[in-house]
């Protein structure tokens, strides 16, 4: 397997010093080229999980193996995007895909490899432009772009799109699906959405909350494109609310019984 999980467990410590479970247990193998999301609610430690796969977290016990070599740092084996574009204000489009390729190459090959990407993110005519001109999609258009320019074996997006407009998600799942499909890259991908994890995904993995554990790994055989494939996406949508009911039931009643106290 191209992504080895076993047997994770992460702990924090608590404002009084006392260690609470964020992650409990996790095992997941994932394949070379799969396209896997991580789904759940708020607090079951999905964007934990992606950033331990990314090195940015430790462990508490257990490890995770990227293509044969434990993880224990950031590699450039392993590209991130996360929510909010992090991207440069004061470097343009050109100059932001480029960043990470400035100690890996010569600028002539680094600007040759950065144009490829450009045009794969259907971001060539913006090439010169600033971050302050471009809307929340191209922005974020421009990390996948920076994240790809590495050429990672493996692509980490925490909710990538979570913070834009319900017509520009629907656009850049377009996008991000003919990537995949050109690059055959190893995808993992963290989202709330059910209806954007069916729209993309080889398999789905439904986490638990509190601490966050496996409830389900969900394969997905639904033909692509997704979209002319609408009666099984609803019912493989209400497969997993009906999984999810009782997490979420379970998040609500915190957040209530918190308020209450407060």
């Given at each position: 397997m191209f992504i080895q999980i076993k047997d994770l467990n992460k702990q924090?410590?608590?404002?009084e010093n006392l260690p609470v479970d964020v992650l409990k247990?996790?095992?997941?193998?994932?394949g070379k080229g799969e396209f896997v999301s991580i789904l759940g609610p708020s607090?079951?430690?999905?964007?934990?999980?992606?950033s331990m796969v990314a090195g940015l977290v430790q462990a508490t016990s257990g490890e995770i193996i990227v293509d044969n070599k434990k993880v224990t740092k950031p590699g450039k084996d392993r590209g991130m995007v996360f929510q909010q574009a992090a991207i440069f204000p004061w470097m343009n489009v050109l100059e932001n895909v480029m960043f990470p390729l400035r100690k890996e190459m010569s600028k002539k090959e680094?600007?040759?490899r950065v144009k490829e990407h450009l045009k794969m993110v259907q971001l060539s005519n913006y090439a010169s432009h600033y971050p302050h001109e471009l809307s929340g999609g191209?922005?974020?258009r421009v990390a996948i772009a920076r994240?790809?320019?590495?050429?990672?074996?493996?692509?980490?997006?925490?909710?990538?799109?979570g913070a834009l407009d319900e017509q520009t998600r629907t656009r850049l799942h377009d996008q991000l699906e003919q990537i995949w499909i050109e690059t055959k890259k190893t995808i993992l991908f963290v989202t709330h959405s059910i209806s954007e994890s069916i729209k993309l995904s080889d398999r789905i993995i439904v986490m638990g909350t509190r601490p966050?554990?496996?409830?389900?790994?969900?394969h997905v055989d639904l033909p692509r494109p997704r979209g002319e494939h609408k009666e099984g996406m609803l019912k493989l949508e209400e497969r997993i609310m009906g999984l999810l009911k009782k997490e979420i039931d379970k998040v609500v009643d915190e957040e209530l019984a918190y308020e209450t106290s407060n």
């Open positions: 924090y410590l608590n404002k247990d996790i095992d997941l193998d994932i607090g079951c430690g999905k964007s934990t999980l992606l680094a600007k040759l191209m922005q974020q994240a790809l320019a590495m050429d990672p074996g493996v692509l980490l997006m925490d909710e990538p799109f966050g554990t496996v409830l389900a790994d969900i």
